[in-house]
């Protein structure tokens, strides 16, 4: 457990936050992996709240970590009320983060609402990891509407292309982000492709529907309710294709989505 001191924490859309927190020099976490974050001084909520790494960089004073995250209960609710020098108890990074592979020459990222905040992240890492190899990302960014678009300018700083949707069509395309990457795909054509997603269970299952017969490499973050975050109380247990069991938090957040049964095993 390490105590981060918050160095911001702002609403960036209406009930979402971005904190930053000073971390040690040592902390080195993963696209895809998440930290649990508990209050200093503060015994209730008792259990940490599990959120990903949004953005991990450095200043002149050491290294900082980003968290990007909506007012959904208490926990985020105690969180969004926290100031400049308050302390967060962080237990992370944890889990299994997404696989970064040097030979991808094209990424997808598809993200559904919050499903921005560890695929940002990920953008970053695939744009500093180029290994002087000319690499496309490609984001297709869906959300209720206009409003609630996370990230729109930093992702188009570090992505070479945004495409956007919106359910209620108030910008871009209008339906959802499953519907414009099936819009849109073909489009792009050759080898080399990965595809990486989060968000809502149900936009993950439709994604595991249509790339059914695709043979590029394709992962998922997903979520669950998590209590201990480290393997010991499987609260988090999620259905395998074949009927084993796999922990979110250990074997996850990231799974490969044809290794997850779309049809049970979610507490959602
Ligand atoms: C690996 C992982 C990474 C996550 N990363 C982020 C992130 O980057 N940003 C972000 O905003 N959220 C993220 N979440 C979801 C976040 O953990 C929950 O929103 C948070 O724990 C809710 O806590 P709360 O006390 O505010 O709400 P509670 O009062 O505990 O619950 C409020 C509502 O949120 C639901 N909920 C609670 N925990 C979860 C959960 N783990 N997954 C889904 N629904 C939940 C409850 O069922 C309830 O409907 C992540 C979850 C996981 C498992
Ligand atoms: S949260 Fe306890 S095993 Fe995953």
């Not at 902390?27 to 992996?33: H, K, L, T, V, Y």
């Not at 990486?196 to 979520?223: D, H, K, N, T, Y």
């Amino acid at each position: 457990m390490i105590k981060a001191e918050i160095l911001r924490n702002r609403e960036i859309a209406p009930e979402v936050f971005l904190l930053s927190m000073r971390v040690p020099e040592s902390f080195s976490g993963a696209p895809g992996q998440f930290v649990m974050v508990r209050f200093e001084g503060l015994d209730f909520p008792l259990l940490g709240r599990p959120i990903s790494i949004h953005s991990l960089y450095r200043d002149r004073k050491g290294a900082i970590c980003d968290l990007l995250y909506r007012v959904v209960g208490i926990g985020s609710a105690v969180l969004s009320r926290m100031k400049k020098g308050g302390r967060l108890l962080i237990l992370g990074p944890l889990g299994r983060g997404f696989t970064v592979r040097a030979e991808i020459e094209r990424v997808f990222l598809v993200a559904g609402g919050m499903g921005v905040a560890p695929l940002f992240y990920l953008a970053e890492y695939y744009r500093k990891c180029t290994g002087g190899r000319k690499r496309e990302i490609i984001c297709f960014l869906g959300a209720r509407n206009a409003d609630t678009l996370l990230d729109l300018e930093r992702l188009r700083k570090t992505c070479s292309e945004v495409l956007i949707c919106t359910d209620d069509g108030s910008r871009g395309f209008h339906g959802q982000v499953t519907q414009l990457l099936a819009a849109e795909m073909g489009k792009y054509t050759g080898e080399k492709t990965a595809v990486f997603a989060c968000g809502p269970r149900a936009m993950l299952a439709a994604l595991s529907r249509q790339i059914a017969g695709e043979s590029f490499p394709c992962e998922v973050s997903v979520e669950e309710k998590m209590a201990c975050g480290i393997g010991a109380c499987l609260s988090c247990a999620v259905s395998l294709r074949g009927g084993a069991y796999a922990r979110v938090c250990k074997e996850g957040p990231v799974f490969d989505i044809r290794e997850l049964d779309w049809d049970h095993g979610s507490t959602e």
